[in-house]
């Protein structure tokens, strides 16, 4: 990919990538596809997969993403950088749509890929399958990985992907939060927030931050804190004009403040909240996230 990175299209695909442009985005991608062969078709199918992801309302439209990815992988079957960021965004599909049989499918090629040919943030994507696993220290382990593979990128990759550290640390945040190790989880949310606030805001994910600051609260037993804090988060997501939160998002979203309404004792805004979760997962086959609401429910109508 070295000969064509350094062209015009490819650097104002990167600015409307930072800037949140998705408009120019869009029509330098299908302006690049209309030209160009081998590994750099390759990678503008594996940008244009990830995009149609993000922008699926329902599962049976990520088909067309699959259908991008297969298609890279022809383009540029022997090049691998290529095979690498195909791989990569195919398995953080597979990640974020909780499609567990497929992010097995790409994470064993993945991992040897990954040994051969840096994958940038692949570390990312593990600590977030961690974190929906609730494997805890794994997804702490693999955002340690995360910061420090962005730490090691060169000074134009790190300026281009500078809105990724503050969800590092939210969401390494939420996992030591998890973990019951409340002032390690604090001071990394507070990292998140200070590294935020110098950044564009339509570029933060606010409500991973919003998220991160409530689970820190209610892991300290701070309930009106944490209800204050995930209600911010999602009027500050708003309000930037952020993409749509995934699927997966709100329903942890959900999840999240049905668990602040157990902490309460309110069993009745436990179980409404839960229950909005459960519709989201349905809706879009979220078999993890229903896995583990359900699995709460059993915890406290048994108890």
Request: glycine share 4%; net charge neutral.
């Amino acid at each position: 990919m070295s000969a064509w990175v350094e062209s015009v299209e490819y650097q104002q695909a990167m600015n409307a990538c930072r800037t949140n442009n998705r408009a120019a985005l869009d029509r330098i991608i299908e302006e690049r596809l209309a030209t160009v062969n081998g590994p750099e078709r390759a990678f503008w199918l594996s940008i244009r997969a990830g995009r149609r992801a993000k922008d699926a309302v329902l599962p049976d439209l990520l088909e067309f993403a699959w259908a991008d990815l297969e298609e890279a992988h022809r383009a540029a079957p022997d090049d691998l950088a290529a095979s690498a960021m195909a791989l990569s965004a195919a398995f953080r599909i597979a990640v974020h749509g909780e499609m567990a049989d497929r992010a097995v499918k790409y994470l064993i090629p993945l991992r040897h890929v990954h040994a051969r040919a840096p994958v940038p943030f692949f570390w990312q994507d593990m600590g977030q399958l961690n974190m929906k696993r609730g494997r805890w220290h794994k997804a702490v382990q693999a955002f340690d990985r995360a910061l420090t593979l962005y730490q090691s990128l060169d000074d134009y990759e790190r300026t281009l992907h500078e809105c990724r550290p503050p969800h590092f640390h939210a969401w390494r945040g939420i996992s030591l939060a998890n973990l019951g190790l409340v002032e390690q989880a604090r001071q990394d949310v507070d990292r998140a927030f200070a590294l935020s606030a110098e950044l564009p805001a339509q570029n933060i994910n606010h409500l991973a931050l919003g998220t991160g600051r409530a689970e820190v609260a209610l892991a300290a037993g701070l309930l009106q804190e944490a209800r204050t804090a995930l209600q911010q988060g999602l009027m500050n997501h708003s309000l930037h004009k952020r993409p749509r939160a995934t699927p997966a998002q709100l329903a942890e979203t959900e999840f999240l403040a049905a668990r602040i309404a157990r902490a309460e004792g309110n069993v009745v805004g436990f179980d409404s909240f839960c229950e909005k979760a459960l519709k989201i997962c349905r809706q879009h086959r979220l078999v993890m996230t229903e896995a583990k609401v359900r699995a709460a429910q059993d915890i406290v109508h048994a108890s």
